[in-house]
């Protein structure tokens, strides 16, 4: 059986940084990716805007993942591609995984694992789209798969349900190469994707965003042919007598992401219900010792750099892991967070602590102030807080005395 310190399970960009980090750490790491050819999502995603915040420049996604494949080949780590993870045991020291690829069954033993498994799409019937079954019908990733990975158009007139930001790119995409977008579709009476990508996407192109209104049905046997849309109230049921059809041959969904978490399941990782991620401390690792997240797999992420940024934390601490008793805080929040990201504070790492969080609803003036026993420690003030968009905040615990009996809290103050 092969043994390694570090097993990192996933080739994107969480997965890059958790390998290269723990390789940094002086770990012997080992990275596993199902897809022949390491870089994740990012490969198919030509658009420029990746690396603003990691890189001070605005790359495109195989630019972006270019940059860590080449550091990672660099480093001699071990690569697994066309691998498939099908088991994974915890054993008295560490973990058996159990992998298939094309030369059969592997069994590798390792210290600790990184789960950096992303996230997948939504599909037409988890959002309740009624009808038939027509070709057509395409989630906003495969639409952009077909067109900038095979060069296929998947549609020449179609509607977009949806405004997150894969949604937004996949109209100004397919406006490029020609299709008539004849409107995004929005059940929620505010856009789902970053303000830039909807001045950039949409308004510069002419494109109709029709808030609090959804596809309910669609129509045609082989080939798509029309789509029903209703307006819906405010808990996003449609509204008797508010239908139109509208012909078109193809329908793209943009209806939220999912993180891929199955693995972390079969081990009995703990989720976060609001996140779908598991319940991470601060040093990314989650309720079963030794197995770490990151990425998309911990929380769906608006920017690629923040991905990076967790798996090298991630990787980091699963490569200096050792089984010790935990002693940890859990972060409290109001209901102002729609969540927050990671859940508890590790006392026996560094205090210094990076969160991620996202607001419940559209805030403007507010305040995100941190309390340790109900004493104000932290406060950060922003002129609006928006769903979409997630927020980044570094807070420093370290000379505040913190025990495990310690209440922390997060809360929004909203003028």
């Given at each position: 059986m092969?043994?390694?310190?570090?097993?990192v399970?996933?080739?994107?960009?969480?997965?890059?940084?958790?390998a290269?980090?723990?390789?940094?750490?002086?770990?012997?790491?080992?990275l596993?990716?199902?897809?022949?050819?390491?870089g994740g999502?990012?490969?198919?995603?030509?658009h420029?805007?990746?690396?603003?915040?990691?890189?001070?420049?605005?790359?495109?996604?195989?630019?972006?993942?270019?940059?860590?494949?080449?550091a990672?080949?660099?480093?001699?780590?071990?690569?697994?591609?066309?691998?498939?993870v099908?088991?994974?045991?915890?054993?008295?020291?560490?973990?058996t995984?159990?992998?298939?690829?094309?030369t059969?069954?592997?069994?590798?033993?390792?210290?600790?694992?990184?789960?950096?498994?992303?996230?997948?799409?939504r599909?037409?019937?988890?959002?309740?789209?009624?009808?038939?079954r027509?070709?057509?019908?395409?989630?906003?990733?495969?639409?952009?798969h077909?067109i900038?990975?095979?060069?296929?158009?998947?549609t020449?007139?179609?509607?977009?349900?949806?405004?997150?930001?894969?949604?937004?790119?996949?109209?100004?995409?397919?406006t490029?190469?020609?299709?008539?977008?004849?409107g995004?579709?929005?059940?929620?009476?505010?856009?789902?994707?970053?303000?830039?990508?909807?001045?950039?996407?949409?308004?510069?192109?002419?494109?109709?965003?029709?808030?609090?209104?959804?596809?309910?049905?669609?129509y045609?046997?082989?080939?798509?042919?029309?789509?029903?849309?209703?307006?819906v109230?405010e808990?996003?049921?449609p509204?008797?007598g508010?239908?139109?059809?509208?012909?078109?041959?193809?329908?793209?969904?943009?209806?939220?992401?999912?993180?891929?978490?199955?693995?972390?399941?079969?081990l009995?990782?703990?989720?976060?219900?609001?996140?779908?991620?598991?319940?991470?401390?601060?040093a990314?690792?989650?309720?079963?010792?030794?197995?770490?997240?990151?990425?998309?797999?911990l929380?769906?992420?608006?920017?690629?750099?923040?991905?990076?940024?967790?798996?090298?934390?991630?990787?980091t601490f699963?490569?200096?892991y050792?089984?010790?008793?935990?002693?940890?805080?859990a972060?409290?929040?109001?209901?102002?967070?729609?969540?927050?990201?990671?859940?508890?504070?590790?006392?026996?790492?560094?205090?210094?602590?990076?969160?991620?969080f996202?607001?419940?609803?559209?805030?403007?003036?507010?305040?995100?102030?941190?309390?340790?026993?109900?004493?104000?420690?932290?406060?950060?003030?922003?002129?609006?807080?928006?769903?979409?968009?997630?927020?980044r905040?570094?807070?420093?615990?370290?000379?505040?005395?913190?025990?495990?009996n310690?209440i922390?809290?997060?809360?929004?103050?909203?003028?």
């Amino acid at each position: 059986m092969k043994q390694t310190d570090v097993i990192v399970i996933g080739g994107g960009p969480a997965g890059l940084s958790a390998a290269l980090a723990a390789h940094r750490a002086g770990a012997q790491t080992l990275l596993i990716e199902r897809e022949p050819r390491l870089g994740g999502i990012l490969k198919q995603c030509i658009h420029d805007g990746f690396g603003l915040v990691r890189f001070s420049e605005a790359l495109t996604g195989p630019e972006y993942a270019d940059r860590d494949i080449n550091a990672f080949k660099q480093t001699g780590i071990e690569a697994l591609t066309t691998t498939f993870v099908s088991r994974i045991k915890k054993t008295a020291d560490g973990f058996t995984l159990t992998a298939v690829n094309e030369t059969g069954v592997i069994t590798i033993a390792a210290r600790s694992l990184v789960l950096a498994t992303g996230c997948r799409e939504r599909t037409a019937r988890q959002v309740f789209i009624h009808g038939t079954r027509p070709a057509g019908i395409f989630t906003a990733g495969t639409a952009q798969h077909y067109i900038n990975l095979l060069g296929q158009m998947p549609t020449k007139k179609c509607v977009i349900l949806g405004s997150g930001d894969i949604g937004l790119i996949m109209a100004r995409r397919l406006t490029l190469e020609g299709a008539t977008v004849l409107g995004v579709y929005e059940a929620k009476p505010t856009p789902s994707g970053l303000t830039r990508n909807i001045y950039q996407c949409l308004h510069d192109f002419d494109i109709p965003l029709h808030l609090s209104k959804t596809v309910t049905r669609v129509y045609g046997e082989e080939r798509l042919t029309a789509v029903e849309v209703c307006a819906v109230d405010e808990n996003m049921q449609p509204i008797s007598g508010t239908s139109e059809i509208i012909a078109c041959d193809g329908l793209i969904l943009s209806v939220g992401l999912i993180p891929e978490n199955e693995l972390a399941e079969s081990l009995g990782v703990a989720l976060d219900p609001r996140t779908k991620g598991p319940i991470c401390n601060t040093a990314l690792m989650t309720s079963v010792d030794g197995v770490f997240s990151c990425g998309n797999a911990l929380h769906v992420n608006d920017l690629v750099d923040f991905v990076s940024e967790s798996g090298d934390l991630a990787g980091t601490f699963a490569a200096n892991y050792r089984p010790k008793p935990r002693s940890e805080i859990a972060l409290k929040t109001d209901a102002n967070f729609a969540y927050l990201v990671p859940q508890r504070l590790n006392l026996d790492d560094d205090l210094k602590t990076i969160v991620y969080f996202r607001s419940q609803r559209v805030l403007h003036h507010c305040a995100v102030i941190v309390r340790v026993n109900e004493q104000e420690v932290f406060r950060k003030s922003y002129s609006h807080l928006r769903p979409p968009e997630m927020e980044r905040l570094e807070v420093d615990f370290s000379k505040l005395n913190l025990t495990s009996n310690t209440i922390l809290s997060f809360e929004m103050e909203v003028s």
